[in-house]
């Protein structure tokens, strides 16, 4: 692809083309250390804001410009920004730029400001058995609503007879196991309670225990560290182990330290006019967030999701290049890792009109190595993922398959569905999933081995693809 000459690319300088060298550079720099895991931490994601708005500025892509949104509005009625709480989600309120209060006007244009409460677990985390260490995210993980705790506790096994949605809560509040640390078996929980009416169950279960000293999850594998359901704390700390932790334990020390705060995040937006059909947009996402620190644990998110920011900035380079004949929105959701409040935010309080959405396309994890795609939709996006087996059988080096996944609230595409837009959701499978929500989830550990063929199935879904 040759290099052409762009107005408005950054100082007047030549538009670089996309590559594999571009990716791979963009997920190191992401994942480095100086962005600890790109949280609210040391301020993470204020930094990895400032270089993809960096990135845009270089390249010459702004934001949505001010006419094209009062066309877009005209004749209907734009919503005002308001707050929202979604089902089983924090409470989400517009703000200002706090944390971006020194941002510059240019800056500022990019983005979109909310902000929701955070159980944020900077302190140390140590759990020990009978006077042996634990290793923090290889033998357990701290759930995200965990409050601070330390000190010893005795070790109770639940009997499996009280792991049933009627007895759980009833059994726990008739004794005081306030000294104790209450073993249950995850797997069997999971398989009684996670199915029963559809209910919040850490909610349901776990934050009515006002006289339990900590709840140890003993499952056959290993949760990893997640922050979806870190907008409230239980009363103690929770904790999910791998089947290494021992059937006879007498005592367990904690130490864990939490703080819930006031959170503000900060959603990207820019914007590539197209030449034919202006009005109509393709939404191209991806999160730029992860999960920042726990503990003394960096979790720095190569894959999740340095790779598909990564391949949005590759996107631009494109379209730069070769102006597209439908705008294309490129979002860099902040908070999909705090339960998709990003995502929900501005499906809600939406920049220009959903209904002028042609397609909403999300790419997270896909700097791995496999050979297929998981692609999850909504029943209404069938012929997209149509289109997108077309073009697949037709690369000269075809992913084995493309696996439709049904709809489930799992990423940023998941408020847009609900919303009735056309979505997708696209990752990768391989040897990386393994590092899947652990501080192994580094550079040295992502692959870029399908960059060239996502690169491909994506531009060319995006040329031809019409609702």
Request: glycine fraction near 6%; hydrophobic fraction near 35%.
């Amino acid at each position: 692809m040759g290099i052409i000459m762009m107005q408005g690319c950054g100082n007047g300088a030549q538009t670089p083309p996309p590559s594999e060298e571009y990716y791979d550079a963009v997920v190191k720099e992401l994942s480095s250390e100086k962005y600890y895991g790109r949280s609210n931490y040391n301020n993470g994601t204020i930094k990895a804001a400032e270089y993809i708005i960096g990135q845009l500025q270089e390249l010459g892509v702004g934001p949505v410009p001010a006419e094209i949104i009062e066309k877009s509005w005209a004749g209907k009625q734009k919503p005002e920004l308001h707050s929202l709480q979604p089902e089983f989600k924090s409470l989400i309120t517009p703000c200002d730029a706090r944390r971006w209060s020194n941002g510059t006007p240019e800056q500022l244009a990019y983005m979109q400001h909310y902000n929701f409460p955070l159980n944020a677990q900077r302190g140390p985390v140590e759990l020990a058995v009978d006077g042996k260490p634990l290793r923090h995210t290889i033998d357990y993980t701290l759930k995200e609503f965990s409050p601070s705790f330390e000190g010893e506790l005795e070790v109770y096994y639940l009997p499996d007879e009280y792991i049933h949605p009627d007895k759980f809560n009833k059994f726990l509040s008739s004794r005081d196991f306030s000294k104790k640390a209450v073993v249950i078996d995850w797997d069997l929980f999971c398989s009684r309670m996670f199915t029963y009416k559809g209910i919040e169950v850490y909610k349901t279960y776990f934050v009515p225990q006002k006289n339990v000293g900590a709840l140890i999850c003993r499952s056959s594998e290993l949760l990893p560290y997640f922050k979806s359901r870190n907008h409230f704390n239980t009363p103690m700390p929770v904790f999910i182990t791998d089947n290494s932790f021992p059937m006879d334990a007498k005592k367990v020390s904690i130490k864990c330290s939490s703080e819930m705060i006031d959170n503000d995040a900060h959603n990207i937006i820019a914007w590539i006019p197209g030449t034919k059909n202006p009005e109509k947009h393709f939404i191209m996402a991806s999160h730029y967030d992860h999960l920042g620190i726990c503990g003394d644990q960096i979790f720095y998110g190569a894959n999740d999701n340095s790779s598909g920011t990564a391949m949005l900035l590759n996107l631009m380079r494109h379209y730069k290049l070769n102006p597209p004949e439908h705008s294309i929105m490129f979002i860099f959701f902040d908070a999909e890792e705090n339960n998709l409040l990003g995502s929900f935010f501005y499906a809600d309080n939406p920049v220009l009109p959903l209904e002028n959405i042609e397609f909403f396309m999300e790419l997270d994890m896909i700097g791995d190595n496999g050979n297929n795609i998981n692609c999850q939709i909504a029943d209404n996006a069938e012929p997209a993922l149509e289109y997108l087996n077309k073009i697949n059988g037709g690369m000269e080096n075809p992913f084995a398959e493309l696996i439709r996944n049904p709809l489930d609230d799992y990423a940023d595409h998941y408020p847009f569905a609900l919303k009735g837009v056309q979505s997708m959701y696209m990752e990768t499978d391989g040897d990386t999933n393994k590092n899947y929500h652990s501080p192994r989830d580094t550079y040295e550990n992502y692959y870029s081995t399908n960059y060239n063929r996502i690169f491909t199935l994506v531009t060319e879904f995006l040329d031809g693809y019409r609702r």
